[in-house]
């Protein structure tokens, strides 16, 4: 099963308001990453926090990590309808095989 | 930099014929390549990891002997889709990273239709 959980799994805002999107996981991370990903497009990569760290700050975007409640945060301010597109958060494990698992991503609609 | 490419971007292919997919590390050696594939309206599903002269590590439920994968070189890995079906059509994306520091970059991603 995928390790992140992410809620809502729609969400959808007028524009100039802030989105905020969650991410869940189960087990110990190294680092988690945002992306994000237009219809039909590939994926662009926003944001990667390490488990060291709380909180980053990208442009617009805010990420959080709480790596004792297994869970991170993205929060896009003043969002644009340009924001429109499906965001994923991506799980890089501590331990055990190296590879990233994808959350189940939320679809962000922001209407003009 | 840490650009990935793939190639082709989109490809359409008869029923029973075989695809091959590549997916390059422009600018950095890749140790390990990752294959993901993404149904519509769907997140992405780990197919299978693979190591620089290794066999491939596949996921629970990926049928290696359908989908081949080569990582023949530190900036090249290639994923073939072996007698393509319709169920088989998606989007399929590599990402490649190093062990220095478990960051993983994507590539833009390989639509494959099956007629």
């Known amino acids: 099963s995928q390790q992140g959980e992410e809620d809502p799994q729609a969400l959808s805002i007028q524009e100039g308001e802030n989105a905020t999107m969650n991410c869940s996981y189960k087990t110990s991370i190294n680092n988690l990453q945002w992306y994000r990903q237009n219809s039909g497009r590939g994926l662009v990569h926003l944001i990667l926090i390490r488990s060291n760290e709380r909180e980053k700050h990208s442009g617009r975007l805010r990420v959080t990590l709480d790596t004792s409640k297994k869970s991170s945060s993205l929060l896009i301010t003043a969002s644009r309808a340009a924001d429109t597109a499906s965001y994923f958060c991506?799980?890089?494990?501590?331990?055990?095989?190296?590879?990233?698992?994808f959350g189940t991503g939320t679809r962000l609609k922001v209407l003009a | 930099g840490a650009v990935v490419s793939q190639h082709p971007s989109w490809v359409i292919c008869k029923s029973g014929t075989s695809v091959k997919i590549e997916c390059r590390s422009l600018d950095f050696q890749a140790t390990t390549m990752f294959w993901y594939r993404q149904f519509p309206k769907q997140s992405l599903m780990l197919m299978a990891t693979?190591?620089?002269?290794?066999?491939?590590?596949?996921e629970q439920g990926v049928e290696k002997d359908k989908f081949l994968i080569n990582h023949a070189s530190l900036t090249l890995s290639t994923l073939t889709v072996t007698s393509a079906h319709p169920e088989d059509s998606s989007f399929y994306i590599c990402?490649?990273?190093?062990?220095?520091?478990?960051?993983?970059?994507f590539g833009p991603g390989t639509r494959l239709t099956v007629l």
């Open positions: 991506a799980t890089g494990r501590a331990s055990g095989t190296y590879k990233y698992i």
């Open positions: 693979s190591n620089e002269g290794s066999k491939a590590t596949y």
């Open positions: 990402s490649a990273g190093t062990l220095l520091n478990n960051e993983q970059f």
